[in-house]
């Protein structure tokens, strides 16, 4: 895989290294690659002495190949850099398809940040409207693996818990409602967790007053079929969702057009017309970036109309 690094074994002797044995591979055809190595060798060159495996007295050639092991692997890090930065880009321009493309080279990574990234962008792919039903499905399993392994990996990541959450709900919808219900509390404890680690999240602090509002809004009826399954199924209220989408708001404001669209649903529910007419108005004003984002937009039109009506 590009930018993979092999193992240095620690127990290779100065003379395998200094006869030009190669402890470590990386991509140098690439432009970037090629820079990172440049920066690479000015940063070492002020770095002052090596010493390797206890012995601070080495033959130049041995330096040498422990400065270029040494340079590589630094390489290495400046490349993943490099490559999370273009995915974060390619991400804020909703360029989906070249985002996949990018970090499905990464798919047997064990990096957390490379994974969680990979099942964003393959959720997101799930979501295009011209994706065909089969490959909607793969994709969506195939996001959940990411996150799964994602959390896996690093346990402190807040975006790992946040996208396993995510990813795990879609799921559901292939599961059952039976499934999807137990998830849920799962989901819920993830989804606190994020905001545990990174208590400036906004997409966490949404997403987790969208499951709020999600059971706070279930009909009678359906939370008559979850006590039957559940002895206790999920529970929330239009406060609990108001306080996360606001909290939301407060971190990151107008950072997304569906928490606009989620405070004016919440106090259309909370009986609110005047505030509802307010965060429904920015909803409907919010630029249309996206496909969401136009859903958005004629979802708000429409709630407006029936609460000028």
Request: proline share 3%; glycine share 4%.
């Amino acid at each position: 895989m590009a930018g993979r690094i092999l193992t240095l074994r620690i127990s290779r002797t100065l003379l395998d290294l200094a006869s030009g044995a190669k402890a470590v591979r990386t991509r140098g055809t690439n432009r970037n690659h090629r820079a990172a190595f440049s920066r690479t060798a000015t940063s070492l060159n002020t770095g002052g002495a090596v010493l390797f495996l206890g012995l601070p007295v080495i033959s130049y050639l041995g330096y040498e190949a422990v400065h270029w092991v040494q340079s590589s692997a630094v390489v290495c890090a400046l490349e993943k850099e490099e490559v999370l930065e273009q995915a974060d880009y390619l991400y804020s321009c909703a360029d989906t398809q070249k985002l996949y493309q990018l970090l499905v080279q990464y798919k047997d990574s064990d990096d957390a940040e490379f994974l969680w990234r990979l099942a964003r962008a393959s959720r997101d792919l799930s979501l295009l409207p011209n994706v065909e039903t089969d490959r909607k499905k793969q994709l969506t399993f195939e996001a959940f693996e990411f996150a799964k392994r994602a959390l896996e990996k690093d346990q402190s990541c807040f975006a790992a818990h946040k996208w396993y959450a995510i990813c795990l709900s879609d799921i559901g919808d292939y599961e059952g409602v039976k499934v999807k219900i137990g998830n849920s509390y799962i989901i819920r404890e993830h989804l606190e967790k994020a905001i545990e680690l990174n208590p400036r999240d906004a997409t966490s602090l949404h997403i987790l007053g969208y499951w709020c509002f999600a059971f706070a809004e279930l009909p009678w009826y359906q939370r008559k079929v979850a006590a039957v399954i559940f002895s206790s199924p999920p529970t929330s209220t239009f406060e609990e969702a108001l306080e996360f989408f606001l909290k939301a708001e407060e971190v990151d404001p107008n950072f997304y057009s569906k928490n606009l669209l989620m405070l004016g649903k919440t106090y259309m529910a909370m009986k609110d017309t005047q505030k509802a007419l307010l965060w429904l108005t920015k909803a409907k004003d919010y630029p249309a970036h996206t496909l969401e984002d136009k859903e958005v937009h004629k979802e708000a039109v429409d709630l407006l109309k029936r609460l000028e009506s």
